[in-house]
């Protein structure tokens, strides 16, 4: 296996954002399901959570924005990397990265952890081409990187992840817009069923396209995580169905 490739005992894994920081053998989620386990996302420096409000359902779903508190890398590697290198399962380190500078330093303090087998970059929410190639080229090291591209850009930039050195590229949640209190817009990430159809269809056209996808997206069934899996997702992220627990 090179330095890029990436394989999972498992095509099921939870999104960046879902389930903390690290695993945790006694939460209600059974790990030995999963082939790999994604961290919250973590930036260079510590981040608050957004101000109010940070949830607005709809019929289908739901808005959420968090602002992606964390404590920045330097203290989430102090607080958890005995637990990512006693983890059932591998680690994947999802890293917020806000500058194209910051990403050589962080990958640096992640490539010597055990326990650890690859990093999910997350990138700025006005990314574009050119954007997605500079952040992914700096991101390269010995750990493989994964991509993680809006749903709506993913068959636009996905190709510009993996010619840049990208081992794979995942859907992250579309952005979007709903009224909130005193008449103003609440923006911030969508999830929920009413994703799954736009989902599956993002799937299906970029790896026909080629490009390796992971998955997500209105995931709520094993029937669809087969479907995604047909379309030829090479595995699949669970988000907001693993807080209910028992999946």
Request: one cysteine or more; hydrophobic letters at 45%.
């Amino acid at each position: 296996m090179s330095k890029y490739d990436l394989a999972f005992s498992k095509p099921l894994m939870n999104a960046a954002g879902s389930l903390g920081f690290t695993p945790d053998p006694r939460g209600p989620v059974d790990l030995t399901r999963l082939g790999a386990f994604i961290t919250n996302p973590i930036s260079l420096g510590k981040r608050t959570p957004a101000r109010l409000p940070r949830y607005q359902p709809f019929p289908g779903g739901f808005l959420l924005h968090t602002g992606y508190p964390n404590p920045g890398l330097r203290d989430t590697i102090r607080r958890y990397q005995e637990r990512w290198a006693r983890s059932p399962i591998p680690v994947i380190v999802h890293l917020l990265a806000e500058k194209v500078s910051d990403l050589p330093q962080m990958v640096r303090q992640l490539e010597t952890l055990e326990g650890v087998i690859a990093m999910e970059l997350g990138l700025p929410k006005e990314a574009d081409g050119n954007v997605v190639r500079a952040f992914t080229e700096a991101a390269l090291g010995e750990l493989p990187v994964i991509v993680r591209l809006p749903m709506e850009n993913a068959v636009r930039y996905g190709s510009h992840a993996i010619a840049s050195g990208a081992a794979v590229v995942s859907l992250g949640p579309p952005r979007g817009a709903f009224p909130a209190r005193a008449g103003n817009l609440m923006s911030g990430r969508i999830y929920g069923p009413a994703l799954f159809p736009q989902a599956l269809a993002v799937v299906k056209e970029i790896s026909q396209a080629g490009i390796p996808v992971i998955g997500a997206g209105g995931l709520y069934s094993h029937e669809q995580c087969e479907a995604m899996l047909t379309a030829g997702a090479l595995a699949v992220q669970l988000d907001s169905l693993l807080w209910r627990g028992g999946w």
